[in-house]
């Protein structure tokens, strides 16, 4: 099968470094790719929809996988399809369910599933005056696609009335701002469930965790995530079964019935609270760096997986098999100055090879007009390695980290640890 993967982050990186496995894999592409991605397959250089399709058509491309939310949102599946190219990724409607969070909201309160309590504002005005008589904290989102960006929690009305500013008056987010959901604020943990479906049924992947604040003890600002350990011991295979049964399939029979079957991955990012997980929000595409530990946990070839989500119809018995007795864990380590302002161009040295049970993932990081890898991007490398237990690979990923140098490299010490004991 000849492959093209859309993206150049480390989930693309992690993506085809398990696609690169499969015995049916004959040619891969990423289109741009990064540096850990060249040592796969090729990279080439596909700016928009119209060069990506004549190339699909040209390299008789038999799939394509789309990994950020970007090109889903603006319908590149739908376009590949009517072109007769195998796409990995829902339709322009079903990626509502990550572009629009009011989208995402109704179809929730349409099919019952449990979420926060929330209202959706077009207007200044009244937004505000619906915070004037509300018990705080609460939760301000931009309704469309911000670059994590978009939500804020509020704890007194100033901070809500800011927050409905930026977002409604001052356009820091542009047309994604115009609306805005406001919704009660959820206790609890959270975990990051991702499911893949053919627009039927549903495959669970391993439940894993994400580590979103720059530093230990989840202080500091928000990030795209610093790092990740699966499995989640906080995700028992009970609640598994409650969260398949109670938020995805509804969302998969939702968007069937909508006449836009649900094909692709289902990121549902949850919050585990005293009354059951609850959905704090859905994306429709792998997490990151949530995939940099989930896809050393697969045992399955994810190729054909993938390839019939694409077609629309599993097999009847296709299996997604998770290795039990393995974690993983992904120590992210950021440029100086992430997340505002990350420098780039600090050479990275050699980086370990051939690691045993383990990968340093690539991310922001670029070949320099010399032949040497720099930094290239707020979060670089992802240091991933995976035992028999949590404890083994978070040291083991935390000994490869050691291994990473350049300039400026900082990275949290609690990924995989903190969150356990507190
Ligand atoms: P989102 O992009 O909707 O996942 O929000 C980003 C982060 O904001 C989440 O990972 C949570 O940490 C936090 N968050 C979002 N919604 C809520 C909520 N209703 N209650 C508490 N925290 C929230
Ligand atoms: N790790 C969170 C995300 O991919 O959105």
């Given at each position: 099968?000849?492959?093209?993967?859309?993206g150049?982050g480390?989930?693309?990186?992690a993506l085809?470094w398990?696609?690169?496995?499969s015995a049916?894999?004959s040619?891969?592409?990423?289109?741009?790719?990064?540096?850990?991605?060249?040592?796969?397959g090729?990279c080439v250089d596909?700016p928009?929809?119209t060069?990506?399709l004549?190339f699909?058509?040209?390299?008789?491309i038999?799939?394509?996988?789309?990994?950020?939310?970007?090109p889903?949102v603006q319908?590149?599946?739908d376009?590949?399809?009517a072109?007769g190219i195998?796409?990995?990724?829902?339709?322009?409607?079903?990626?509502?369910?990550?572009?629009?969070?009011?989208?995402a909201?109704?179809?929730?309160?349409?099919t019952k599933?449990?979420?926060?309590?929330?209202?959706?504002?077009?207007?200044f005005?009244?937004?505000?005056?619906y915070?004037?008589n509300h018990?705080?904290?609460?939760?301000v989102?931009?309704?469309?696609?911000a670059?994590g960006?978009?939500?804020?929690?509020?704890?007194?009305?100033?901070?809500?009335?800011?927050?409905?500013?930026?977002?409604?008056v001052?356009n820091r987010f542009g047309?994604?701002?115009?609306?805005?959901?406001?919704?009660?604020?959820?206790?609890?943990?959270?975990?990051?469930?991702?499911?893949?479906?053919d627009g039927k049924?549903g495959?669970a992947?391993?439940a894993?965790?994400?580590?979103k604040?720059?530093?230990d003890?989840n202080?500091?600002?928000?990030?795209?995530g610093?790092g990740t350990?699966a499995?989640s011991p906080?995700?028992t295979?009970e609640?598994?079964?409650?969260?398949l049964?109670?938020?995805a399939?509804?969302?998969?029979?939702?968007?069937?019935?909508?006449?836009?079957p649900f094909?692709?991955v289902?990121f549902?990012g949850?919050m585990?609270?005293?009354?059951g997980?609850?959905?704090l929000?859905?994306?429709v595409?792998f997490?990151?760096p949530?995939?940099?530990?989930?896809m050393?946990?697969?045992?399955s070839?994810?190729l054909?997986?993938?390839?019939?989500?694409?077609?629309?119809?599993?097999e009847?018995?296709?299996?997604?098999?998770?290795?039990?007795?393995?974690?993983?864990v992904?120590?992210?380590?950021?440029?100086?100055?992430?997340?505002?302002?990350?420098r780039?161009?600090?050479?990275i040295e050699?980086l370990?090879q051939?690691?045993?049970?383990g990968?340093?993932?690539h991310?922001?990081?670029?070949?320099?007009g010399?032949g040497k890898?720099?930094t290239a991007?707020?979060?670089?490398?992802g240091?991933t390695?995976w035992r028999?237990?949590?404890?083994?690979a978070r040291?083991a990923?935390?000994?490869l980290v050691e291994?990473?140098?350049?300039?400026?490299k900082?990275?949290?010490?609690d990924i995989?640890g903190?969150?356990?004991?507190?």
């Open positions: 099968m000849r492959v093209l993967i859309i150049s480390g989930r693309e990186h085809g398990k696609i690169a496995q049916q894999l040619q891969l592409y990423f289109a741009p790719g990064n540096p850990g991605c060249a040592h796969l090729k596909l928009d929809l060069s990506t004549s699909c058509q040209e390299q008789k038999d799939l394509v996988v789309v990994g950020p939310e970007k889903l319908g590149w599946c376009h590949l399809r072109a195998a796409c990995f990724g829902p339709s322009k409607l079903a990626a509502q369910l990550e572009g629009s969070k009011a989208f909201k109704k179809v929730m309160a349409e599933i449990p979420t926060a309590k929330y209202q959706r504002f077009d207007a005005d009244q937004a505000c005056a915070v004037k018990e705080f904290p609460l939760v989102k931009a309704d469309g696609l670059s960006k978009g939500v804020t929690i509020c704890q007194n009305e100033g901070e809500a009335v800011m927050a409905l500013k930026e977002a409604m001052d047309e994604s701002g115009k609306v805005v959901v406001i919704e009660e604020f959820l206790v609890g943990r959270e975990a990051s469930f991702h499911v893949i479906c049924r495959l992947l391993v894993a965790q994400d580590h604040a720059l530093h003890g202080h500091g600002p928000n990030t795209g610093m350990f499995p906080f995700v295979p609640m598994e079964q409650v969260i049964e109670q938020i399939d509804p969302v998969f029979q939702y968007m069937a019935q909508q006449g836009s094909q692709g289902l549902i949850l585990l609270t005293w009354h997980p609850k959905v929000e859905f994306n595409r997490g990151d949530e995939t940099q530990v989930m050393p946990l697969i045992e070839d994810l054909p997986i993938l390839y019939q989500s694409a077609q629309g119809q599993f009847p018995d296709l299996d997604l098999k998770i290795a039990d007795q393995r974690a993983c992904c120590v992210v380590c950021t440029a100086e100055g992430y997340p505002e302002n990350p780039s161009g600090d050479v050699p370990p051939n690691v045993e049970d990968i340093v993932f991310a922001g990081t670029q070949t320099n010399e890898l720099v991007g707020g979060r670089v490398l240091a390695a028999s237990d949590l404890d083994r040291n990923a935390y000994r291994k990473v140098h350049f300039r400026g900082y990275f949290r010490k995989g903190h969150e356990l004991n507190s």
